[in-house]
């Protein structure tokens, strides 16, 4: 089971130009992913697979004059943001054919630098945890972190959030064993009733919760 954990980042100046720039630059090759798949469905042309976009929109665009900065941010968020694209198109091809449970996903639509919300994700060759509490991001630094809590195990994936109000956010992925109920030696059955809240098959009674009764009656 996956568990989701986040915490407050607090990046010095030169951190938040580093990271203002890796937004960029995943925005720009999600956008640029997304407009080659939607030129080639206008034009009749099959769905560009993902191994021909990292070749032409990160490898290759690197060398360009075009999109030479995209090598001052790590490859894994250029990578990954064409990873969530295609996690995009997956939900909304799901959603199309009824696989996807819960609220239907709309197309992928294009990112834009006014958002509301700017994120990178990361992996773990991108990522660590320092022991003195801080947490290294590559190509950024070692950023300040509030500890709210500990992490139950060591996590998988990073996510770095600007929200509208500025202020920065880590957001950690952890895999965890699902919780199990302890194991008895015996089972009883449970009869509700009027005069007791319950009598259990072995003969015991649990009384009504009268502090409810209570409650209600003092509202």
């Known amino acids: 089971m996956q568990l989701r954990y986040n915490y407050r980042a607090y990046p010095d100046a030169t951190q938040r130009r580093a990271l203002a720039s890796a937004f960029g630059c995943a925005r720009v090759v999600w956008n640029d992913c997304l407009r080659d798949r939607k030129q080639a469905h206008a034009a009749g042309l099959p769905y560009v697979k993902s191994a021909d976009l990292s070749r032409l929109r990160i490898t290759q665009a690197k060398r360009t004059e075009e999109r030479a900065w995209l090598a001052d941010v790590s490859a894994v968020v250029l990578q990954q943001s064409l990873r969530d694209l295609d996690t995009a198109y997956k939900n909304f091809f799901d959603s199309i054919l009824g696989k996807r449970q819960g609220r239907k996903a709309g197309p992928p639509r294009y990112k834009s630098k006014k958002d509301i919300r700017q994120s990178i994700r990361l992996n773990t060759n991108a990522f660590s945890l320092k022991e003195n509490g801080t947490v290294y991001v590559a190509k950024v630094g070692n950023l300040k972190v509030k500890w709210s809590r500990r992490l139950p195990a060591a996590p998988t994936s990073l996510t770095v959030t600007k929200?509208?109000?500025?202020?920065?956010?880590?957001?950690?992925?952890?895999?965890?064993?699902?919780?199990?109920?302890?194991?008895?030696?015996?089972?009883?059955?449970?009869?509700?009733?009027?005069?007791?809240?319950?009598?259990?098959?072995?003969?015991?009674?649990?009384?009504?919760?009268?502090?409810?009764?209570?409650?209600?009656s003092a509202v």
Do not use: W
């Open 163 to 216: 929200d509208s109000s500025g202020r920065y956010f880590l957001s950690f992925v952890v895999d965890t064993e699902p919780d199990t109920l302890p194991e008895v030696d015996a089972e009883a059955g449970i009869d509700l009733g009027l005069s007791a809240f319950a009598v259990l098959s072995n003969g015991r009674k649990i009384d009504s919760p009268r502090f409810l009764r209570r409650a209600v």
